[in-house]
């Protein structure tokens, strides 16, 4: 008889951490579906893809990894609501860095001095984020970053698009340079000021690109911090 009650106890405390699970849901911008960036279509939404990872903070919690499956968020270890009825923010970025020292003030992000340029790997060096207050009651356990809460864009995206007319119109550049006041090297984003602090000294030249990776789209795709630097 005490086996069978300390089961039931059991059982009953499993089935209220299930009741209690987060569950994640994140989208860019509106709802809408394809790549993340369409080259051909620059006013289309961007959306998330498979393999995908963000970091979210629940309050001061550490930040926890959820990786998009393509349909849904997943974590390797369930993540569950403090209590039922208080309200708790959610402070969400993508990508997830996988620093150990993160705290939701101090959020490493991609390194700016490494890009190249092509469309191809744009992904990689984007910073998004998020961030709601609810409570379990809102949505039944979902944190919902949609709608008004949706991801945003932190960096700028410049495009810069190498046509030539007249006598130029056969004219092959083999490289470009951009130079500039303060271009960003390492950046850390914080939630509480919302605004972006340069790590490093930074550079004002980035370094030249070669055109040769171009030839059929004849342009260049580079992140840059356009507000909120410290």
């Not at 300390?6 to 059982?11: D, L, N, T, V």
């Not at 809408?32 to 939404?45: K, P, W």
């Not at 930040?63 to 923010?89: C, L, P, Q």
């Not at 910073?127 to 409570?135: D, G, I, Q, Y």
């Amino acid at each position: 008889m005490c086996f069978s009650a300390c089961q039931g106890s059991e059982e009953l405390e499993q089935l209220q951490e299930k009741e209690y699970t987060v569950s994640i849901m994140a989208r860019i911008g509106k709802t809408v579906s394809g790549a993340r960036y369409l080259q051909d279509n620059e006013n289309a939404i961007a959306s998330f893809s498979k393999a995908d990872d963000i970091g979210v903070f629940m309050d001061n919690d550490s930040a926890v990894r959820w990786i998009f499956d393509g349909t849904s968020w997943t974590t390797e270890k369930s993540v569950f609501w403090k209590d039922k009825n208080e309200e708790h923010t959610f402070y969400a970025y993508y990508p997830h860095s996988g620093s150990k020292a993160e705290s939701k003030e101090n959020i490493k992000m991609p390194s700016l001095d490494s890009q190249n340029g092509t469309w191809e790997n744009i992904s990689q060096y984007d910073f998004l984020v998020a961030s709601r207050k609810l409570s379990y009651d809102t949505d039944l356990g979902n944190v919902a970053f949609s709608g008004d809460y949706s991801f945003k864009h932190v960096l700028s995206l410049l495009k810069i698009n190498i046509k030539g007319e007249g006598d130029m119109a056969q004219a092959v550049i083999d490289k470009i340079r951009l130079e500039g006041n303060e271009l960003m090297t390492q950046g850390h984003y914080s939630f509480e000021t919302n605004r972006i602090t340069i790590s490093e000294t930074p550079k004002e030249t980035l370094p030249d690109y070669s055109v040769t990776h171009h030839e059929q789209s004849g342009c260049f795709f580079l992140f840059y911090p356009e507000r909120g630097r410290e």
